[in-house]
């Protein structure tokens, strides 16, 4: 059974940092890229970065690049979301997801939603 | 990056009507687009992937087409658990890109 399970939102002043992780269990991130998806208050969904199944090749919204970093623990099957210098705007519901290339790409599983909240 | 374009924005219809959902993209995406159903509070959940390929679990009332630029969602007959807001996704080019959603309401 396919599970992501997310944890590490939270309350966080502008400026600072705050990782997310998603465990995934029921597969292994050793074959399956992985998304980050969020969503703000009332607003739509919004791709925020992907990591794929690879564990090198990246690719970031420009509204988050060089402040975001998408990593991976295979030991753990753990993605990661480090955000830094975060900003009001990105206050939002983020989802982690698995990309399914048998799928042209698109995705099956999500985790459940954490939100974060930037606010001083 | 590539804008999708979805219409309309807000739908009120019954339970039983045909709905279709269209999705415009600012570029050429072939066929790589999905679609999503969410519900307040809820993660999406797939639809449609490759543009017109229903996934494995959707209801069969639910169907895709479209190449190129425009891309459609169809519900045939609109059951209650439906309502809902609808999203579609191009899958082509990074950075990925959503289309603004539509909300399906009771009317």
């Known amino acids: 059974q396919v599970l992501l399970v997310q944890s590490g939102g939270g309350v966080v002043q502008p400026g600072k940092s705050l990782r997310l992780s998603c465990e995934a269990s029921?597969?292994?991130?050793?074959?399956?890229?992985m998304h980050w998806v969020r969503q703000a208050p009332g607003k739509g969904l919004e791709w925020v970065a992907v990591?794929?199944?690879?564990?090198?090749?990246?690719y970031y919204a420009d509204f988050v690049k060089g402040r975001f970093n998408v990593s991976r623990d295979t030991s753990k099957n753990t993605l990661y979301l480090e955000m830094n210098s975060l900003r009001a705007e990105d206050t939002a519901l983020y989802f982690c997801?698995?990309?399914?290339?048998?799928?042209?790409?698109?995705?099956?599983?999500w985790g459940q939603g954490i939100p974060v909240t930037v606010s001083s | 990056d590539i804008q999708l374009t979805q219409s309309p924005s807000f739908l009120s219809a019954s339970v039983g009507d045909r709905v279709t959902i269209t999705c415009r993209a600012s570029?050429?995406?072939?066929?790589?687009v999905a679609w999503y159903q969410q519900k307040p509070g809820k993660a999406p959940n797939l639809l449609i992937y490759?543009?017109?390929t229903l996934y494995s679990g959707a209801p069969s009332r639910f169907s895709g087409g479209g190449f190129g630029t425009e891309f459609t969602l169809t519900i045939s007959s609109l059951q209650p658990e439906d309502f809902a807001i609808y999203y579609c996704?191009?899958?082509?080019?990074?950075?990925?890109?959503f289309g603004g959603g539509t909300k399906v309401e009771i009317k």
């Open positions: 997801a698995r990309l399914d290339l048998a799928l042209s790409g698109a995705s099956d599983f």
């Open positions: 029921g597969f292994s991130l050793d074959n399956y890229g």
């Open positions: 490759g543009a017109s």
């Open positions: 996704q191009q899958l082509n080019t990074y950075p990925l890109t």
């Open positions: 570029q050429v995406i072939s066929k790589y």
């Open positions: 990591l794929w199944y690879d564990g090198t090749t990246t």
